[in-house]
């Protein structure tokens, strides 16, 4: 039974919801235990800081070799030449705008030097030193502003709930099948899950799951596709529940720690619901009664190398071609989707391909290691 088409109880979750009433697709709701994380820029603050004092190390070095090049040009207050002491002694008090008028620069040359040269040093460096206060004071306007530009760019994305062993081989998976990192945001209540997903290019959203306003903070309503990967089922139910409601059009994949729960989880609005348990089990047990056939099904749950099952569109080449004439070319059918309808390769319902058909078939990895159509076995 599908979860899409059949009715679904309205919920409370927060607020009273009357059945039907619409939702808007992009409700923003702010909320100080929801916590946007996202990815963070190439470099980190220690990298920044030693840029800071390389410039104003470079700014100093360049002024006291004008300096020293000038040194006939310039007065000492001690009435001898200047060195390379003074050199620099002049660069950094004039750099810094001390000026103390004890070395000066009287002749042509040097002071159109000072003008044209060490003048816009002086602003660099100052510039450097300021800049690194200001930083740290707007910091938080910056992120304020990165993520409100997040919020207006960002749709049609994958949300993983749930940042646990479940929901990582999730996001490794779908990175790997050529999904981009910025496209996938993780919903989990750990600022360390959060952060994790960050080193993966990944946004994260803070918060609990089953609360409106945190799926709401992760775009829920105008997300394409979303991944309920809750570690307990009841806590599954409910986050699919409220997805669902907001997202209405979504495609929901969710997880099942025991196989009983499996239909509420399609009752609350779940396309797809995948019994980890029980699944675990049966290929356990697969692998010691049939070690051969454990060993093909774990090489097909493994798309890095050997089998992987994907989803492709038909070419204009395979129109009007038996799909099991395929297997000629390496790949085995084993169902035809058309018109949203899943026919397996063992009902004979599909005589030949048709436009818009399309595959899932059983294939070798290819060799260059570039990501394939949808990967369903991964």
Known sequence: MSGRGASRPAVRIGRRVRRGAPQPANQEVQNDSEQLSLPARPGGPLSSILTRIAIAVGCVVVTTLLVWIERDEYNDG????????????????????????????????????????????????????????????????????????????MKGHTVVIGYGVKGQSTVDALIEAGIPAAQIVVVDPELAAAQAANKKGCAAVVGDATREVTLAQAKVGVAKQIVVAANSDDTSVLVTLTARRLAP?????????????????????ADVVIATAESAGRMLALSLTSPAAGHLFADLLEPVEGLEIVERATTPAELGVDPGSLIKQGELVLAVVRKGQIHRFDQGRVGVLQRDDHLVVVRAVPDDGQPTARVIGG
């Not at 620099?88 to 040269?117: F, H, I, K, M, Q």
């Not at 059009?249 to 499996?262: H, K, L, P, Y």
């Open 78 to 153: 001690k009435g001898t030449p200047l060195g390379w002491i003074d050199a620099l002694y002049y660069s950094t008090v004039t750099l810094s705008t001390t000026g103390y008028g004890d070395v000066t620069p009287y002749g042509e040359t040097a002071r159109l030097v000072n003008a044209l040269v060490i003048t816009p040093l002086r602003f660099v460096f100052l510039i450097v030193l300021v800049g690194t206060t200001i930083e740290v004071l707007t910091k938080r306007s910056r992120d304020e502003f990165r993520a409100q530009r997040w919020r207006r760019h």
């Open 249 to 269: 059009d979504a495609d929901i994949v969710a997880s099942a720690r025991e196989g009983q729960n499996i239909e509420v989880l399609r009752q609350s609005g």
